[in-house]
């Protein structure tokens, strides 16, 4: 089933919204409003938005630290993400998280991780508590090629994959981790290959192909929510940008990155298909255009205007005191009534009814009744 | 009370929370069928299922993460490590994202999970399976640390290390097993951050956890009352954070302290103890503080080594001595 016409629309408006906040977000670095480390992930949107407009908003969904287009897409404040690439304290994680730890839980954005593939075994233990509380939640774990030389990754999908845990991984091969391309460093480039490994479904897709990713994560959720265990994808994508601000990519040729930019920018691609089906005329898309340009532009004013952490911060969020409430950003910095927090079962109602393994036979025993 | 052995103690607690709270699951190796490498776990893959006494493969790393995310979204899991020794693979998971989770997404996320195993010497097991390793945790803002003695403080600290919002590094120990205790009957809880005092005394003020209690400083303790000198004995229980309070009210009482410890001298709980009791209760003493730890070496296998490289008796006496300028 194809993508309606909505859908692309709203995926060509947020891969939009994506690439311009991350302009601004480059923007910002160059005048040290940023600073640290800020990694963009421009040419990457159409695996986000493709996954984000096929999953449901309950679905948890986590990358690495390329991490700021993911949460906007799924909802999240767009002021209050630049805030917390400020360091301000209207950011989302006060300015304590930054550009590689954003969390919006009420859009069930689980966060932004800054070890290469360490975000891989949480994935699987949110995946774990949806089965354990039958729930039909899916859960999404982006991570770069990279990632998947790491022993977390092998690790984890040993074990999601034996206990058929509803986690959809994402391997948003863009190529290079950091500065090295991915086949000088991996015996088996061909990352979704690794899944044969693990007895579990991997499939390779077009990650600069909005449609094509789309269709891709809405299979693999139906797949996991029907009880079939993970997936392994992998998105073939290109970032057109640096590692992070400081990278100068000089490991590779600025021919390489033109054709990738002229030939297969996402968007582009994307805005022909709007236009060739008469899904949306030129004007409406450039209507959309200017208003994701205008957003971005408010949400480095909102960053701009929004005060400093202060040092009463310092030593919060370290601990749960008994009875602390979880702090929720939107309630805290706009003053918003409407946030709808997560909320689970407590430990009186929960039922758990799944059977991760059969009864155990004593190979003993069994030798006995043979005899 | 009942006389229950560390073991039985620790799996009342288990059982006890599991019945409790259905959020609360246990995974690790060999937790379900074998009924733990350490039988902690008897009986309870019976009792609770598949699902919540979880078998795993050996990926300390993947299966600790697995749990920190679990926890993440309401679940409170039990790791247990078989020995804290093999925890070190899977210490990037407690230290960069346990121990920051709540940090990172500025309150946004709780991580109430408890990573519980056996810790120290073992008997002839060699360096690798002998390290008391409580320290590199104890190091790391965002966790609690424990270390319980006895059978009823195991069986205590448990319960309560289970009912945190926050991680929890629980150290067994691993010759503590099967020594036994008593265990008060009921709902028995004893609150993190507490230390005890498990014997008065006057003279000198012995302070450490974990087995050198029973094995060494009580004994030892014991050994000095015959020679007339009352000995105090503080049990730090709790590693992180510290029961300030309790530790110099004894300082203060008995002007005198040594501090006995399984693991290595360097960078260790005793060192922080030191730099505590310095600075709070300098004036109170009226020596340096003594130390007795282990020897900064490498465990051997040979059984002699082994025994030299360990807090004894003997060197809680001669440490005690000293600080009582005998």
């Not at chain 1, 909802?75 to 301000?88: D, R, S, T, V």
């Not at chain 1, 996991?224 to 994508?237: F, H, S």
């Not at chain 1, 602390?324 to 909320?343: F, I, Y």
């Not at chain 2, 205590?156 to 009912?163: C, D, Q, W």
Request: glycine share 8%; charged share 25%.
């Amino acid at each position: 089933m194809p993508p309606s016409n909505d859908v692309l629309v709203t995926m060509y408006r947020k891969m939009v919204l994506m690439r311009r906040f991350e302009e601004k977000a480059g923007q910002a670095y160059g005048q040290k409003k940023i600073q640290g480390f800020c990694h963009l992930y421009t040419g990457q949107e159409a695996v986000a938005v493709g996954a984000i407009e096929a999953l449901r908003p309950d679905d948890y969904m986590m990358t690495g630290y390329r991490d700021h287009a993911h949460p906007l897409a799924r909802g999240a404040h767009p002021g209050m993400i630049m805030a917390e690439l400020f360091a301000k304290n209207s950011g989302y994680s006060k300015g304590k998280g930054g550009s590689m730890h954003l969390f919006d839980v009420e859009h069930h954005w689980y966060g932004g991780y800054g070890i290469v593939g360490g975000q891989i075994p949480l994935a699987a233990g949110m995946a774990f508590a949806s089965k354990y509380r039958n729930e039909d939640r899916v859960t999404v774990c982006s991570f770069g090629e990279a990632a998947a030389n790491q022993g977390s990754f092998h690790e984890t999908l040993n074990m999601a994959a034996k206990w058929k845990l509803p986690v959809i991984y994402v391997c948003e091969n863009n190529r290079y981790g950091m500065g090295t391309e991915v086949t000088r460093v991996s015996a088996q480039p061909a990352m979704h290959k690794r899944a044969v490994g693990y007895s579990m479904r991997g499939e390779a897709f077009d990650g600069m192909d909005a449609i094509a990713s789309w269709e891709t994560f809405r299979d693999a959720a139906e797949y996991c929510r029907k009880g079939n265990g993970p997936v392994l994808l992998e998105a073939m994508t290109y970032r057109f940008r640096g590692h992070s601000m400081s990278d100068a990519a000089t490991y590779r040729t600025k021919e390489e990155v033109e054709e990738a930019k002229t030939k297969n920018d996402p968007i582009p691609r994307l805005r022909e298909v709007l236009l060739k089906k008469k899904i949306a005329t030129a004007a409406q898309l450039d209507a959309i255009d200017e208003q994701q340009k205008h957003i971005c532009e408010e949400a480095v004013a909102f960053a701009d205007a929004a005060p400093e952490t202060g040092l009463d911060e310092l030593y919060t969020d370290m601990y749960v005191e008994p009875g602390e409430a979880d702090v929720r950003p939107r309630e805290r910095v706009l003053g918003a009534t409407d946030v709808k927090w997560p909320s689970y079962p407590s430990g009186q109602e929960l039922k758990v009814t799944w059977e991760l393994e059969p009864p155990p036979v004593h190979p003993r025993a069994q030798k006995k009744g043979a005899a | 009370m009942a006389t229950l052995s560390y073991r039985e103690a620790l799996n009342q607690a288990l059982a006890e929370e599991m019945e409790r709270d259905a959020n609360v699951f246990l995974m690790g190796e060999e937790v379900a069928r074998y009924n733990g490498a350490y039988k902690v776990s008897q009986g309870l893959l019976e009792k609770f299922g598949s699902a919540r006494v979880v078998d795993t493969p050996i990926s300390e790393l993947g299966f600790a993460g697995l749990g920190v995310g679990a926890a993440m979204v309401g679940l409170r899991p039990v790791i247990e490590m078989m020995t804290w020794n093999f925890a070190i693979l899977a210490m990037d998971q407690i230290v960069n994202n346990a121990a920051k989770i709540r940090h990172m997404s500025g309150g946004q996320l709780r991580c109430p999970i408890v990573v519980r195993g056996a810790s120290g010497a073992g008997g002839r097991l060699s360096s690798q399976h002998s390290q008391c390793l409580e320290a590199g945790y104890v190091n790391i803002p965002g966790l609690k640390v424990v270390a319980p003695a006895t059978p009823a403080d195991a069986k205590g600290l448990l319960k309560a290390s289970i009912r945190d919002d926050n991680p929890v590094c629980f150290f067994e120990a691993e010759l503590l097993y099967g020594e036994k205790g008593e265990v008060p009957e009921g709902e028995h809880l004893v609150e993190i951050g507490k230390a005890d005092v498990k014997r008065a005394g006057t003279d000198v003020t012995l302070i450490t956890y974990s087995r050198m209690l029973t094995w060494t400083v009580l004994p030892a303790a014991e050994e000095l009352a015959k020679q007339g000198i009352s000995a105090e004995v503080v049990d730090l229980r709790t590693l992180r954070p510290l029961d300030v309070e309790t530790i110099l009210a004894s300082v203060n009482k008995t002007n005198r302290v040594v501090i006995v410890e399984e693991a290595w001298p360097h960078a260790s709980v005793g060192t922080d103890v030191v730099d505590l009791i310095q600075r709070e209760a300098f004036d109170a003493l009226d020596a340096p503080i003594g130390r007795v730890t282990g020897l900064d070496v490498n465990m051997a296998y040979a059984a002699a080594l082994e025994a030299a490289t360990q807090p004894s008796v003997q060197r809680v006496l001669a440490a005690v001595n000293q600080v009582l300028y005998r």
